[in-house]
């Protein structure tokens, strides 16, 4: 609409311009009746110009011609537009027709560069497979050979470490025989001390020296007794007591006895407060663990 009034500016300019004159003859060409005076009244009679017939058809036959004229430079402007179109279609026509032969010479041309590439690279790819390959035949034998070689090594190897764990067996087997002649005997050295030892101490613990000793122990025992209540009269008691050179007192314990648990635990008490306990006349005599019956005079 916008664009049907840019081109025909003209011409709606002078329709509007006789329509405005038709209307404006018609108002004043129209009969007026004459006021009916009013008494006493002193105005002046208003002068109307009456319009003719004619003129009417005057002005009817302009606007007529004044359209018809309006409506021939439409046809011509519209004639001229379409003919303008028609160039302009045919222009833009001839250049889609360059564009579409420009562009199919553009990919005619990417569609030779690529199948250029394309071969070209199916020529590098070729050639890479092919070194590749033969990258992997070197290395293959490579690895082959390395393998061997390996597996010589490995083969001098296992046979050098059996033949000294051979050697290594033999030379423990001797040791190990030679170490239990010497174990067995220092076993029977050791048998025969035990032996000997044992008879001794036997022949000691029966000795009178032997029993005066466990006497003064159990001497001194009794003095640091403190007796309980519950301690009847003929009690006896059996304590082990382990001893170290110093003659003190590292551990205690009643064998048997008839008291009571007060009573056991008195003489234990008894036993720690004796430490250290007398030595015996004879160096000899002395034994880490020794057993004497605790027997207070009732």
């Known amino acids: 609409m916008l664009e049907f009034a840019r081109e025909h500016k003209v011409g709606l300019v002078i329709a509007g311009i006789l329509h405005v004159v038709l209307f404006v003859l018609l108002i004043v060409g129209l009969p007026r009746r004459a006021p009916v005076p009013e008494t006493g009244s002193s105005r002046p009679p208003v002068q109307a110009r009456a319009v003719s017939e004619a003129d009417l058809q005057s002005a009817r036959q302009r606007q007529v011609d004044a359209r018809e004229a309006e409506q021939r ?89 059996a033949r000294r764990q051979a050697e290594e067996a033999a030379r423990i087997a001797a040791a190990r025989e030679a170490a239990e002649a010497r174990a067995r005997e220092e076993a029977q050295q050791q048998l025969a001390a035990q032996i000997e030892s044992e008879q001794r101490r036997m022949q000691l613990q029966g000795s009178a020296a032997y029993a005066a000793w466990l006497g003064d122990i159990q001497d ?76 207070p005079q009732d």
């Not at 007060?262 to 034994?287: G, Y």
């Open 73 to 161: 430079r439409q046809r011509e402007a519209e004639a001229r537009r379409q003919e303008e179109a028609e160039r302009q279609r045919a222009a833009e026509l001839r250049q889609q027709q360059e564009r579409e032969e420009a562009e199919q010479r553009v990919q005619a041309q990417a569609e030779q560069r690529a199948a250029e590439e394309r071969r070209q690279a199916e020529e590098a790819r070729r050639a890479e497979v092919a070194r590749k390959a033969e990258e992997a035949r070197k290395a293959e034998e490579a690895r082959k050979a390395e393998q061997a070689k390996r597996e010589a090594e490995a083969r001098a190897q296992a046979e050098a470490e």
């Open 220 to 295: 001194q025992v009794t003095r640091h007794w403190n007796r309980p209540p519950s301690a009847r009269p003929g009690l006896e008691c059996e304590v082990r007591v382990a001893l170290i050179p110093g003659m003190q007192v590292v551990n205690a314990e009643i064998l048997r006895c008839n008291g009571d648990d007060v009573v056991r635990r008195s003489i234990l008490a008894a036993v720690e407060r004796a430490s250290p306990l007398p030595r015996p006349t004879d160096p000899a005599l002395f034994e880490r663990t020794i057993v004497f019956v605790f027997k």
